[in-house]
């Protein structure tokens, strides 16, 4: 009875395993296809600015980003080298993720 | 069963081999990590006395403990002489890669995300790391702090990383000091001791891009999805606490409990029933071989079946060091067990504390290795023996095997027989028998009739016994580690430790039974929450009893032997112990009674001068000292008066810009606060217990909130506080303090002077009458300390109006001490203030990363331009002045500048 109920439990935990895990890993793997899929933005190339090339000037139209920021994008990029993504804004001090999104629909890297 | 006896003729140490050589491992240990010794050394000596024993062929036993003593110190030599030199901390240490510029890291998800401080921890086994556009090959391991997305799906994503896969993340990682101060744990030691080389955070999961998947699932992750998947099931079927109750118990995650709980649970001495270690592997242990020794008596399946459980399990808790550690105890102990070699059960103990410092030799001087060791060996060394010779004593009866009787005093026969004296048992050995005999027993044995009830009773007495035993042993560690005493925490452990196993298995009932029927799962999950209420009732009552012990300062300087010395009487108890036969013929042990008693006594007085501590404190010499320490951003300054009273103006805090937190009010996190691990640890350092003048300058969270800590841990004389205070939570919360612990609080305003041994401090704001309400930084408690030609200007986070208001009062602001006004914020500092006080050292305090990026250096220029050096807590850790009215010294607590210099008057 006990070998039997031991025997159960292993593979409940097998089945448990392999389900969950190959579950979980469909999911995310579809993400992340879709993540790594170019142009995946539907804003034309043509109207965003290039955060690696702008001068403080060009910067400053972008929404939500004045002259501080401007500077601060610039000097980050002279001091550490060009943004890979333009995600990597973020690294930039007082740059937050709400900002980010508000100016992410006309930024590009080239 | 019966295990093997050893037989008693042996030499001494034949039997026990094995702990000598345990502690000459620990010594080589201590002797490479804290002599200046070259490394490679230990590697010749090794060979050294390698030699003899190979060309002698034979090993006498002090080269065989000098052996062991020289691979102790070569085993802690080794990841010195042959570290990776692309390791990231030794990047970062290197200075190749710089602590907090950006970096683009690359590197494999080692453990499933956990939720953290507002998003996620994801630890990473780092590969590569580029900044700058230079690219290295990197090692080592760093944590990425993860914050909350508002994004759902990405944060999701993320939180579903499986283990293995690749990432990418562009952070700045952080690897330096912070809190500098004297007591205070430093940081990269705690990095260390996390066996990680840097920490990030990122401001949001877009940061980090998944690069790979692992192809093959891992049968960690498999346990760690388990795992996420039981701590979201408490949660959700669950209460509040008690999910974050059995989320620690269970799943090893305790960052959901709430801060009501943790502190009945440290408080009462049972916190480490929380925290996933030994007690709970040996009780998981402890039922599997029970269950497996119903299916079969081969210990080989034995060993395996609870094995490879017990490491599934410590695995699937998050595989933290403590947990693994329990895990190899464990093993080794069923190890012994497999092949019938159980010994003493001091040299299996001993074996463990070999192979887990040759795993981690650098653990010899971390809190839970030994904490964990000790109240192993308390348990090993002391209790069970006793408790098996005790036990001996009462169950004896006459038989071929034991003809004679204990040699023991009559009443510890009499305490013996009346615990474990089985009358049955000797019934049915008698009427085997062709002989009559009558033994005079106790008379009350007959009391426990009930079988049960004896045995229940007995078992009872054994765990208390243990329990005491245990923090006896321990009290030198808990006091050194977190300055406390727990007189009710043996019988709380008794209390909460069956409790909080039922509630677990309440849980996992719950969770197992909601596959099925939400209606069953919600009757289980009743019982949990109940089982929880139940648990915190004791230790809630001892906590209003106020029996729980207040907290204890360390004895500085040399006094600090005294936790040493606490334990030799312990180990002369643990050799008496070990020595006495009560069933030896002849002489009885006489000597061994009386050593042990004494011994007990010694340590009994020790332990009270430890929890007393008399003369911790600093002795008062005329000198008047005043120390800003090192909160990060915020403000804390420690004054010792000549005549030795205490002062402490503010007590750092964590600025909180989140207004209106999310979540239930009522029901506050734990988590580490400033006030507790910075500023009640720099004082406790010192040895203090006492703070005459608590005074808040303002009842912001960055100066205030650690006082809460700070009028908790401490006794108050009185609080000091501006008129003007804005009374918020933290405010309300001291009151609330204050009426507990029945101190006063006093609010101020200028004209309020105070003269205290010698010195006089002088209120120079708010203002009697204010006009205009003035802003919570305006409203700053500004008051001048004078002692003899020496004074000192706190300012908290004055601001213009603060600024221009003391000016113009014509009060004398000029001052040879000034703690800047606001962290060195441009909105403080005015020019005319800044020549008014005409200061010869300028003491800004703010850490030496600010979110608001305070100081701001145009103020520092004013100062210093106007003749005053500026002294940043952030860089040179805690600075110190003294002075004896005439002279001033000032020393800083990092000595990479400056320090020390004396000033010539």
């Known amino acids: 009875m006990l070998r039997l109920s031991l025997t159960s439990c292993l593979l409940l935990f097998l089945s448990f395993y392999f389900t969950s895990c190959s579950y979980g890993n469909t999911q995310i793997r579809k993400e992340v296809v879709n993540a790594n899929k170019p142009g995946a933005n539907t804003e034309s190339n043509n109207s965003k600015i290039n955060i690696n090339t702008a001068s403080a000037q060009d910067l400053q139209r972008l929404p939500g980003v004045g002259r501080v920021t401007a500077l601060r994008i610039v000097e980050h990029r002279e001091k550490y080298g060009h ?23 006309y930024v590009k890297v080239e | 069963m019966t295990e093997p006896q050893i037989p008693a003729k042996r030499k001494p140490l034949r039997p026990l081999p094995l702990p000598a050589l345990a502690i000459s491992f620990a010594l080589g240990i201590t002797i490479a990590a804290y002599s200046d010794l070259y490394p490679e050394l230990w590697l010749v000596g090794m060979v050294i006395v390698f030699l003899p024993v190979i060309l002698t062929r034979r090993c006498n036993i002090f080269l065989f403990l000098l052996l062991f003593t020289v691979l102790g110190g070569a085993r802690y030599s080794i990841p010195i002489l042959f570290s990776d030199p692309n390791n990231l901390g030794r990047l970062i240490d290197t200075k190749v890669i710089r602590s907090g510029e950006p970096a683009i890291i690359e590197g494999r998800v080692k453990s499933r995300p956990e939720p953290g401080d507002d998003g996620y921890r994801l630890r ?60 205070v744990r430093s940081r990269l030691a705690m990095l260390s001791s996390s066996g990680l080389d840097a920490v990030c955070s990122v401001k949001s999961p877009s940061l980090v891009e998944i690069t790979a998947l692992p192809d093959w699932p891992s049968p960690i992750d498999a346990a760690a999805r388990l795992r996420t998947y039981l701590i979201l099931e408490f949660r959700r079927l669950l209460d509040v606490r008690t999910s ?36 709970h592997i040996t009780f998981l242990g402890g039922i599997l071989i029970w269950l497996l020794g119903l299916v079969s008596k081969n210990r080989l399946l034995h060993l395996f079946g609870v094995g490879a459980v017990i490491w599934l399990f410590a695995l699937t808790v998050g595989g933290e060091v403590p947990v693994i550690r329990a895990a190899i105890m464990l093993t080794v102990f069923l190890l012994a067990r497999t092949f019938y070699r159980p010994g003493t059960g001091a040299n299996a103990f001993a074996l463990t504390l070999v192979v887990l410092l040759i795993w981690r030799p650098a653990d010899l001087f971390e809190a839970s290795f030994q904490l964990t060791t000790v109240s192993v060996a308390a348990i090993l060394l002391i209790a069970l023996p006793l408790l098996t010779k005790f036990r001996k004593i009462g169950e004896w009866h006459l038989s071929a095997g034991s003809p004679f009787p204990p040699n023991v ?117 009743f019982l949990a929450g109940f089982l929880n209420q139940m648990m915190l009732v004791l230790p809630k009552m001892v906590s209003d009893f106020g029996i729980t012990g207040e907290r204890v300062p360390i004895y500085p300087g040399f006094l600090k032997l005294l936790y040493f010395l606490y334990f030799i009487p312990i180990i002369a108890i643990v050799i008496a112990a070990h020595r006495w036969n009560p069933f030896i013929l002849g002489r009885r042990q006489n000597h061994l009674f009386w050593a042990g008693t004494c011994s007990a006594v010694i340590g009994v007085m020790i332990a009270v001068i430890l929890i007393l501590h008399p003369g911790s404190s600093p002795q008062p010499d005329g000198k008047l000292y005043v120390e800003f320490l090192d ?92 008129r003007e205070v804005i009374e918020n939570k933290i405010f309300t919360e001291l009151g609330e303090i204050a009426r507990q612990r029945r101190f006063v609080i006093r609010k101020l305003r200028r004209g309020d002077f105070f003269d205290i041994s010698g010195c006089r401090i002088q209120i120079l704001w708010p203002p009697e009458i204010v006009s ?112 004896d009215g005439e002279t001033l010294w000032f020393t800083t607590f990092r000595s990479d500048s400056d320090g020390g210099k004396k000033i010539e008057q």
């Open chain 1, 83 to 105: 943004f890979r993504r333009p995600e990597h804004l973020m690294l930039v001090e007082g740059i937050s993720e709400e900002r980010f999104k508000r100016m992410s629909p």
């Open chain 2, 124 to 183: 990473l086994r780092v590969g590569s790391i580029e900044s700058k556009g230079e690219k290295f090959d990197a090692s080592g391991e760093i944590m990425v702090y993860v914050a909350r997305s508002n994004s759902q799906s990405q944060t999701l994503t993320l939180f579903d990383l499986p283990v293995g896969s690749g990432v990418r993340v562009a952070c700045r990682p952080i690897r330096e000091e912070a809190m500098q101060n004297p007591g």
């Open chain 2, 244 to 279: 974050g109750v059995v989320s620690a118990a269970i799943a090893g995650d305790r960052h959901f409990l709430d801060k009501q709980t943790s502190d009945l649970f440290r408080e009462g001495g049972t916190f480490h029933i929380l925290v996933i270690s030994g007690l």
């Open chain 2, 409 to 525: 005093s009559l009443p510890l026969k009499r305490l013996a027989e009346t615990i474990y004296w089985n009358n049955t048992i000797w019934e049915i050995e008698q009427s085997g028998q062709i002989w009559k005999a009558s033994l005079r027993k106790q008379p009350f044995t007959t009391f426990f009739t009930n079988r049960l009830l004896r045995k229940i009773t007995a078992r009872i007495i054994e765990a208390v016994f243990v329990s005491v035993v245990v923090q006896f042993t321990m009290l030198p560690l808990s006091i050194w580690y977190f300055h406390r005493w727990m007189p009710m925490g043996f019988l709380l452990n008794l209390w909460v430790g069956p409790l909080l196993a039922v509630e677990c298995f309440a849980a996992i009932a719950t969770v197992f039974s909601a596959l099925f029927s939400e209606t069953l799962a919600s009757g289980f999950a």
């Open chain 2, 631 to 722: 909160v990060g951003q915020g403000d804390a300054a420690f004054i010792t008066l000549p005549d030795g009273k205490t002062m402490l103006i503010d007590g750092g805090g964590r600025p909180d810009f989140r207004t209106g937190p999310e979540g239930n009010d009522s029901i506050k996190p734990s988590r580490t606060t400033i006030g507790e691990s910075v500023v009640s640890e720099f004082l406790w350092e010192k040895g203090i217990s006492k703070i005459d003048y608590l005074v808040a300058s303002h009842s912001d969270a960055d100066h205030m909130e650690g006082l809460l800590d700070v009028a908790n841990n401490f006794t108050i004389g009185e609080f000091w506080v501006n």
């Open chain 2, 772 to 883: 205009d309400a003035l802003s919570d930084n305006d409203a700053s408690l500004v008051f001048s300390l004078t002692y003899g030609r020496r004074r000192f200007l706190f300012t908290g986070d004055a601001e213009q109006t603060a600024e221009t208001g003391l000016i113009q009062s014509d009060s004398d602001l000029h001052a040879d001490v000034v703690k800047v006004p606001h962290h060195g914020s441009r909105t403080s500092s005015s020019i005319d203030f800044v020549r008014v006080v005409s200061a010869e050292y300028a003491v800004i305090s703010v850490g030496q990363r600010s979110i608001f990026r305070h100081p701001h250096s145009e103020v520092v220029a004013r100062w210093e331009n106007a003749g005053a050096p500026v002294l940043i807590t952030g860089k040179r850790g805690t600075i110190s002045f003294i002075s």
